[in-house]
């Protein structure tokens, strides 16, 4: 009788009486199979929740089919998902079956495993006994090859050690087949890489433009890519100010430093500091923000900012990897940075040729190198040489065109002029340009 009432409440829609009428049934005889089974129904049904008195009910049944394998393995089955869903996850991997199910493994890395996930620990040696067992014994579909990829990325401990897994777990997809987290993260890394280097990660921007979901950052990469610095600075200005986050202000601020817009710079970088990032790249992104304050500030280079760009050189997060990432890591290019503001010149000529002639191709060095002999000889040759070739490795820049007028200014004036005047027109807030635009245009 009780069972009867029990299964018309269920279908009536009345859970909670009917739980109570097969507990009656189950006072009145504990190996009832037909009241276990009923309360098991209603779990499988969703009409009751996994908790501890499911999983009795689960455990009773498993006990009751000891000797009906078929039966017993599907309660099995269900009591592992009861588990799972109710989080016992320290009951789960003490089990004796579970590191020989594949089925379990493929079903736990299917609910635990989500992007931005923190891992409890339980969570942690779960996730990893059960991607072991299937790497090494089952063929794995393309979700579940991606879900063992996105743990694998959460606990990369290194950027390279990230980007390599992503590209790798990126390519066996397919171009087309990039997309969701790992396209979230292909675009954290190349916003790292930009910022770093100022050098497109060709294999990820590949990667990136090959996919069906572009949006304003692979537009914005091809640009980069493309060197169409002028289109990409006609897309930022379609942009609000809250679509700039983090990755897109990665190559957002490299053409803002690219176009000497350096107050925007600035305001983008202490923004873009405070965003979130993984923590495999966050070291590498914060050094790579650095930098480009550092050159932000030297570019603008008046009083506050030289003091700024001072504190910051002087400060612990501007360790030698900035250095390297500005492509001047050699070690007599600080000491030449330093004496060439004291006035040290012949120190600083004789170290900065040392420091170019370890990395010749740094326009960089080839900029101050340039500055310091102007400093001893505003007419001298091998500094308009050195200026013109670093135009050449870098493009327009408003400093290397006004020490180019600064070193032509005896030799032709209407060339110093048309310097000048393209300095003002890539930087027009640049003082000295502006003062020695204003002193040559006077002069009869």
């Known amino acids: 009788m009780y069972l009867f ?15 109570q009428f097969y507990k009656k049934a ?6 009832k199979v037909a009241a276990w089974q009923g309360l098991a129904k209603l779990y499988e049904t969703g009409q009751i929740p996994a908790d501890d008195f499911v999983l009795d009910v ?64 339980v969570e942690y040696a779960l996730c990893e006994k059960c991607i072991g067992k299937m790497e090494a014994e089952a063929q794995l579909d393309s979700e579940l090859a991606s879900k063992c990829a996105m743990f694998r990325a959460s606990f990369a401990t290194s950027f390279v050690e990230l980007r390599d897994l992503l590209v790798d777990e990126a390519s066996r997809c397919g171009g087309s087949g990039v997309q969701g987290w790992i396209m979230e993260s292909l675009r ?45 600075l006609d897309l930022l200005l379609t942009l609000s100010d809250h679509q700039l986050t983090w990755p897109l202000c990665g190559p957002a601020i490299v053409v803002w430093l690219k176009q000497e817009q350096y107050e925007r710079v600035l305001k983008l970088v202490d923004e873009a500091l405070l965003f979130e990032k993984d923590a495999a790249v966050e070291r590498a992104a914060r050094e790579g923000l650095l930098t480009v304050k550092a050159e932000a500030l030297d570019g603008i280079s008046d009083q506050p900012s030289r003091l700024a760009l001072h504190q910051l050189l002087e400060s612990e997060h501007f360790d030698n990897q900035i250095w390297i990432f500005l492509h001047i890591s050699v070690s007599h290019w600080p000491e030449a940075f330093c ?10 000529k004789e170290n900065a040729e040392k ?32 200026l013109l070739k670093a135009v050449k490795l870098n493009g327009p ?14 030799r032709s004036a209407s060339k110093a002029l048309g310097c000048l005047e393209m300095a003002t027109r890539m930087r027009p807030q640049h003082l000295e340009v502006i003062s020695a635009l204003f002193i040559f245009s006077s002069e009869p």
């Open 5 to 19: 009432t029990a299964v018309i409440r269920s279908k009536k829609g009345d859970v909670e009486s009917a739980v």
């Open 58 to 121: 689960l455990d009773k049944l498993i006990i009751l089919y000891k000797e009906s394998p078929d039966k017993r393995q599907s309660y099995m089955g269900m009591r592992d998902g009861a588990l799972l869903s109710s989080q016992n996850y320290e009951i789960i991997l003490q089990e004796e079956h579970f590191a020989n199910d594949i089925e379990l493994c493929k079903r736990i890395v299917r609910t635990l495993v989500m992007p931005k996930h923190v891992y409890s620990d």
């Open 26 to 31: 189950i006072a009145i005889d504990e190996n």
């Open 339 to 348: 004496r060439l503001r004291k006035e040290k010149v012949a120190e600083a």
């Open 355 to 386: 420091a170019l002639g370890r990395v010749a191709d740094s326009w960089r060095l080839m900029l101050l190198l340039a500055e310091i002999l102007i400093r001893i000889d505003r007419n001298d040759l091998n500094a308009t040489a050195l």
């Open 397 to 410: 820049s408003s400093r290397i065109y006004y020490r180019l007028a600064e070193n032509l200014a005896d």
């Open 188 to 232: 954290c890394i190349q916003a790292v890489t930009l910022l770093c280097s100022r050098e497109v990660d060709m294999t990820v921007c590949d990667l990136l433009l090959a996919s069906p979901e572009r949006h304003f950052f692979e537009t914005l990469l091809e640009l980069i890519r493309d060197k169409k610095f002028e289109a990409a």
